[in-house]
T-cell receptor, first 110, second 117 residues
């Protein structure tokens, strides 16, 4: 069974701080996705990384896919209160299925 | 383009009852997946329907069932509700797996929060 472990599980920081969330697996994935879920809403796709070693930037968010395509990280620079939410990584398996990571709950205080 | 719509948003039931949740996917999406989200177990895959056929199934008991209609709308049913079924049930639609781009993007609805008393 493929598993995606995220760390840390919880993160509580002040506005302006930087943070990194990790998504690790013992399995190789053809791609990995990152979603953010805000309270009362469903997850929303942030980015998909496809190539090993790939780095994608989305404003203050930087996503990296590991060279071996078994891990990914999300780095947020100068966090804002609007970044608060549940961050989930997800990867495809058996072509049509998607497995989600254990999640990282981020709380950014003003 | 309208997003994924789930109804109702909130539901309160008692043990032993049954419940039906509804999901309208994004127009043109033929794949609909259902997930259960709880604080302890995270987001777990229930099943996926494509063109009215259940294509994939997660590791849930037979009390959880679903169906998809010809217009791609989907319903999920839970019979003989248990306290542990209290969760946020999410529906996601997808245009399908993109082989060239190696990705399967899911578009989620806001969910139905089910509370079993």
């Amino acid at each position: 069974t493929q598993l995606l472990e995220q760390s840390p599980q919880f993160l509580s920081i002040q506005e302006g701080e930087n943070l990194t969330v990790y998504c690790n697996s013992s399995s190789v994935f053809s791609s990995l996705q990152w979603y953010r879920q805000e309270p009362g809403e469903g997850p929303v796709l942030l980015v998909t990384v496809v190539t090993g070693g790939e780095v994608k930037k989305l404003k203050r968010l930087t996503f990296q896919f590991g060279d071996a395509r078994k891990d990914s990280s999300l780095h947020i620079t100068a966090a804002q209160t609007g970044d608060t939410g549940l961050y989930l990584c997800a990867g495809p398996y058996d072509t049509d299925k998607l497995i989600f990571g254990t999640g990282t709950r981020l709380q950014v205080f003003p | 383009k309208a997003g994924v719509t789930q109804t109702p948003r909130y539901l309160i039931k008692t043990r032993g009852q049954q419940v039906t949740l509804s999901c309208s996917p994004i127009s043109g999406h033929r794949s609909v997946s259902w997930y259960q989200q709880t604080p302890g177990q995270g987001l777990q895959f229930l099943f996926e329907y494509f063109s009215e056929t259940q294509r994939n199934k997660g590791n849930f008991p037979g009390r959880f069932s679903g169906r998809q209609f010809s217009n791609s709308r989907s319903e999920m049913n839970v019979s003989t509700l248990e306290l542990g079924d209290s969760a946020l049930y999410l529906c996601a639609s997808s245009p399908g797996y993109d082989v060239r781009l190696a990705k399967n993007i899911q578009y989620f609805g806001a969910g139905t929060r089910l509370s079993v008393l």
